[in-house]
């Protein structure tokens, strides 16, 4: 383990030898750090956290510190980090709530940008990227490969849905389908987020699909349950589209329309 001499290691952490801790960084108790990870200058890592393998943490990030929530009352939550995320500057990403399932988690190769806040109870999926001075309220999903343009501000308990696109600036306070792009200050649909599925290997006739499934949900004059039932309808030649109807399925605060 590469500890620079002004770190400061508790003995409680548990620390793969082969870790990078930079200057004046500080690892406190119950901090679990995998293989291959590097720590920046003047990190605070408080636990209970894990985080995996091959990490880079940059200068200045706050990961793993107790909940902004006036109900949390010391109880021992925890945050949960995969491999390969790269953390950039100043990012805060809090511990979990006992009320919200007791852990904040995040998958696997996300790009996470400076000032980035991830709140409480948050779930980040995988291969996302969430843009400079996105905002996450407590308690927000987002599914793998989504990406969440500069200073998007996500509303508490709303999710973001695989593929999906939000401009610079949105403001979204209802869930976001998969593959849907949104912008403007109060955020609407845009249509899909086609080159984003080009991409990650979706072929034309893939796309059509989605496409087809986005007009029946926004352009097509139906009610989000009349829409729902053409949906499932049409998920059954296009398996894409049932990543909709499941989305629409496990909504809580309804999606954006």
């Avoid at 001499?5 to 508790?10: C, E, L, Y």
């Avoid at 987020?193 to 949900?217: C, D, M, P």
Wanted: hydrophobic share 40%; net charge neutral; proline share 4%.
């Amino acid at each position: 383990m590469a500890v620079h001499p002004t770190a400061i290691v508790d003995a409680r952490a548990v620390v793969d030898s082969s870790v990078e801790v930079g200057p004046y960084a500080i690892i406190g108790a119950d901090v679990r750090i995998g293989a291959g990870s590097r720590i920046g200058a003047h990190c605070v890592l408080e636990g209970p956290t894990v985080i995996g393998k091959n990490n880079h943490i940059h200068a200045h990030a706050a990961v793993g510190g107790a909940p902004q929530d006036k109900k949390y009352a010391n109880e021992p939550t925890e945050l949960i980090i995969g491999d390969g995320n790269t953390i950039r500057e100043f990012v805060t990403i809090n511990r979990g709530t006992v009320q919200g399932g007791g852990s904040t988690r995040i998958g696997d190769d996300n790009w996470i940008m400076a000032y980035v806040h991830i709140a409480h109870d948050c779930v980040i999926g995988s291969h996302t990227i969430l843009a400079n001075s996105v905002t996450l309220a407590g308690h927000v999903t987002v599914h793998d490969h989504a990406i969440l343009g500069g200073f998007s501000l996500i509303h508490q308990f709303c999710k973001v849905g695989a593929h999906a696109f939000t401009g610079m600036g949105s403001k979204i306070n209802c869930d976001v389908p998969p593959f849907i792009v949104v912008g403007s200050e109060m955020s609407v649909p845009r249509g899909i987020n086609s080159e984003g599925l080009k991409r990650r290997g979706y072929s034309a006739e893939q796309i059509s699909a989605v496409k087809r499934a986005y007009k029946t949900l926004y352009l097509s004059g139906l009610s989000l349950k009349e829409a729902r039932e053409k949906l499932a309808e049409q998920s059954l030649s296009a398996p894409e589209v049932k990543l909709l109807v499941e989305f629409i399925d496990a909504s809580e605060r309804s999606i954006l329309r």
